[in-house]
């Protein structure tokens, strides 16, 4: 029998019957790192073992962006993207609740009632060791194990996960990101960070520069430092080398960030279209220059680096 294609469904959605009485792993999966893997193979290994699904639950938006939405989360997978790398892992869906205030007033008795029993009808549950849930983060993993007992499934608990003395987190990514660190987070995330939306008009500087640019205007929290990078880009299935810079482009105008990324090779008319961003190397810090001279001196150098660096760059890690 062939095996059913990858589901990706919010709590509105009627849950497909081949889709219940499943395996889930609960979390927020932001970046869907090595950690998270830690969670989920051993999750899709028992699921394969029992012959049923292996889902995920996740949770949009973020919690902690729900409760202080003055300080939104840097999101690392929006959930089109988190859900494209669920299914790269071998997973057959995923259920992203809506997080707001209904959702966040439910104790944890009512959430697996609701929502693991009535919902998804699971037969097994995984969380990692620091999952909390239920109105006032009251629900653990042990009361979590507690209650399926009684309600007819097991929950397998994991340990954390990582190199050495450094835990695999999503904070860490965060953190190597915000400091230019991208191979240190690609390390971590066993992927590379990217980013991924539409071409969007700018003010066209680059062009009259001599350096055409394609601009894409990230999340207003995107925490990435502000600076040059050697990118990979990829639009309608092809890959191209370029150079990106994102930041306020202190030169002119110190405006809102942008990233504006120069294709080494290739002249194309991307406006509209999407497109994704790999990030390989970080090359330099954004600054401001004597003069738009020195810019344009200075942007030479930068491609010269960027087509070395990607000439020398590893191929990518892989999240198994």
Not at 35 to 55: D, I, N, T, Y
Request: with cysteine; charged share 25%; net charge negative.
């Amino acid at each position: 029998m062939t095996k059913p294609d990858f589901t990706r469904l919010t709590d509105t959605d009627p849950v497909p019957p081949h889709l219940r009485g499943g395996i889930v792993a609960i979390g927020n999966f932001d970046g869907v790192h090595r950690g998270h893997l830690a969670v989920l193979k051993p999750m899709r290994e028992m699921a394969e073992a029992r012959g049923v699904p292996a889902m995920a639950l996740t949770f949009e938006p973020h919690p902690r962006t729900f409760f202080r939405p003055q300080t939104p989360v840097f999101r690392l997978t929006p959930p089109p993207l988190k859900a494209e790398r669920l299914a790269a892992v071998g997973l057959d869906g995923v259920v992203e609740i809506t997080f707001d205030a209904d959702f966040a007033a439910l104790s944890a008795e009512d959430f697996v009632d609701r929502v693991l029993v009535d919902r998804l009808g699971v037969s097994g549950a995984v969380v990692g060791h620091d999952f909390h849930f239920g109105k006032g983060r009251s629900g653990s993993p042990e009361v979590l194990r507690a209650l399926g007992a009684k309600r007819g499934f097991d929950v397998t608990i994991v340990a954390p996960a990582g190199s050495g003395d450094a835990i695999w987190s999503a904070s860490a990514v965060r953190k190597a990101l915000a400091e230019g660190r991208v191979q240190d987070a690609a390390d971590i995330l066993g992927h590379r960070f990217c980013v991924r939306g539409e071409v969007v008009h700018g003010e066209k500087r680059g062009r009259d520069l001599g350096f055409p640019t394609a601009n894409m205007k990230l999340p207003p929290e995107t925490e990435l430092r502000h600076g040059v990078y050697a990118v990979r880009a990829t639009v309608d299935g092809t890959v191209y080398q370029g150079a990106a810079n994102f930041g306020r482009r202190p030169q002119f105008d110190n405006g809102a960030p942008l990233l504006e990324t120069y294709l080494l090779d290739a002249h194309l008319d991307l406006y509209g279209k999407e497109m994704e961003i790999e990030f390989v190397a970080f090359i330099r810090p954004e600054a401001r220059f004597e003069s738009v001279e020195a810019l344009v001196e200075r942007m030479r150098v930068d491609i010269a680096e960027t087509r070395d660096l990607l000439a020398r760059a590893e191929a990518p890690p892989q999240l198994a």
